[in-house]
């Protein structure tokens, strides 16, 4: 089991992809603390964690852009099982903000977008670093995307920025922490239909006629799941890839990969 | 196991980074094809592959030769069956700088190490398309992003292994085969042992203990594994972060 004493905080834990990560590391014998604003998600998630075979798992209710939630969320992780050895920087999204001309792009919700997937991962990462600091060791996955590598057909500047900057961040902070021990990469993933929103964007703003058009121009022909990132993230956490340190690695079916 | 069953070619499989692919994939339960120019090398790996318990088969293979490798891939039919994993990791390098490079030795390296590439990756394709599935792996180089000093002719090869790896992709990927690269850093290696003169330029890196030849198996098991079956025509850099300094 590759995560046997291991603790892993998910931020994001509420929602598809927060899921997928904490039922593989929790399966691996990870102790997981899945952190979200969004308590009855956040809830059911850990039920389904808890149930993994000797699965445990902490959740803490914590908005990522607020600095004293992210420190009071990483306090309980140490406080309920002693170390921070992982962090997932996973929560994230486009908050239903539409696609307009730059023009037109509204100042408030540049805001917030930017805050929710940039700052929230600035805010974990300062909130662990010192405890890993400490430790000698640990790994850090950031949640980038394919359309901070090309842009999206519907999705908004804001959030195809901010996942561009989790890239430039990932970089820096991996030079930053490498002679501590300590290991920084992202997932940039294609289409994974990992939440309502995302599954809405897809079967309602896409004609048929788009998505057929959009799969013939991936190599493998579909969009990925949930547990295919997750699959990738348990690797880059693995001892298995402690040289790999400062990648984005594209996982989109062939699509795009710089 | 992640690799039980699995039947996998590692070309250059006899020292250095190939030879520890065979041995990590073995350790997962992959049999092994160690193909590579000298064969005394290649049974040296096969053996060690033995006694962890899996099938191998050795091969002496020259991968500029299309006629060898045709032999080689009928050899494996009739042992194995079929193939599912390609490991096109056999290459070599020429120091020499640019201005004083003598295109005989360009040529040889592209040759092994490019057109290498591309007749093992078309043997593999043969035979996973009609498979319906595989896996195929090219070993390329952080210098094929990062340039190297002194090295002009390994860097080209490998970046054009890059473009290898995201062509076949995308015509693969109709058939559920999966093309990947992965760019390792400065690995202690036979090839890389005598390397550390005026002419070569190490790279910094941000992790503080060098690369060996497993971390590059163990990239190049997950790319293998069913793990991975939504990863195509991309690279995984495996560096322990260099190239990472630009001001």
Redesign the interface.
Known sequence: MRYNGKTVVITGGAGGLGRAFGLGFAAEGGSVVLADIDADRLTRNAAEIKAVNGGRCETALCDVTRANEVEAMVSHAMACFGSVDILINNAGGSLGVPKVPIDQVDEHDWDRVMDLNLKGTFLCTRAVAGHMKKAGKGKIVNLSSITARVGGQLTPVQYVSAKGGVIAFT?QV??EL??S?I?VNAVAP?IVLSGERLEKMWYERKTEEERSDYLSQ?????L??PE?IA??V??LCSS????????T?????????V | MLLSKKVAVVTGGGRGIGKAICLVFAGKGSDMVVADIDGAAAEQTADQVKALGRNSLPLEMDVTQEESIRLAVERIMTEFGRIDIWVNNAGIGSRAMLHEMDPVQWDRVLNVNLRGAFLGTQAAARIMMNQNGGRIINISSRAAKGGSYGHCSYASSKAGMIALTKSAARELGAYDITVNAIMPGFIATDLTKNLSDGITQPEQRVLKRPGRPEDVAYAAAFLASDEAEWITGTSIEVTGGTGMFAG
């Open positions: 970089r991996a030079q490498g002679p021990g290991n294609g991936v190599p493998l022909r579909r990925g799941s295919e699959e990738a348990l690797f298995a890839a402690d040289l790999i340190t400062g990648v690695l594209d996982i989109n079916g062939g699509l795009f990969s």
